[in-house]
Structure formats: C-alpha cells, structure tokens
Nanobody
Framework: QVQLVESGGGLVQAGGSLRLSCAAS????????MAWYRQAPGKQRELVAR???????IYVASVKGRFTVSRDDAKKMLYLQMNSLKSEDTAVYYC?????????WGQGTQVTVSS
C-alpha cells in the first residue's frame, strides 16, 4: 500500500507562486510513475503534470512553461512548483502514484488564485 499526503496549497494572488509537496509512504518505488492532477468546481479531474520513474515529464498545455514537476526518491517526495499563477489554476490538487495495475491518491490540497 502507498499513502500520499499533499501540502502547500493556499490562497495566492494572480501572478504569484506556490510549491506543492506530496509525501509518500509505504511501498513506493523510484520506478513508479507519479503525477499531479487537479479538479476545479464543476469540472472533471485533469492531469496537470507527470514524472515517470525514469524522470521523463509531461505537462498539460495550459501549464507548460509555468509549472515544474520534480521528485526526490530518496525522500519519497513529489513536488509541483507553480509560477505565474492564473485564476483558472484554482482547483483542488491531488497527488497520484501508479504502481503496476494499482493507483493511489492523496486527499488533495486547495489552491485558490485571486484575480
């Protein structure tokens, strides 16, 4: 089993920055894919950024150039550096891990960007 706990959300003005953290525990391995998703009110949950076990990263088009995903496998941490935040980035952000056929979710952290 894998447990994921997010932190770092909050209220920020448009143009500001936040850094989200996800602490993983349990049987998480460096070759497991990890990702950040978000869900805005009334919308479906969407992938924001993913980092594979090999270190490859992908981003949804709307955050490219503004967000950076990274991981520290020694500390079992996943990060999302968010810069130049926009009101449309307001959402609950979830940490996600995929391990073979299993997937795990954190409880989410709220990010609110005021315009």
């Amino acid at each position: 089993q894998v447990q994921l706990v997010e932190s770092g959300g909050g209220l920020v003005q448009a143009g500001g920055s936040l850094r989200l953290s996800c602490a993983a525990s349990g049987r998480i391995f460096s070759d497991d894919d990890m990702a950040w998703y978000r869900q805005a009110p009334g919308k479906q949950r969407e992938l924001v950024a993913r980092v594979t076990g090999g270190g490859a990263t992908i981003y949804v088009a709307s955050v490219k150039g503004r967000f950076t995903v990274s991981r520290d496998d020694a500390k079992k941490m996943l990060y999302l550096q968010m810069n130049s935040l926009k009101s449309e980035d307001t959402a609950v952000y979830y940490c996600h891990a995929r391990q073979d056929a299993s997937e795990f979710w954190g409880q989410g952290t709220q990010v609110t960007v005021s315009s």
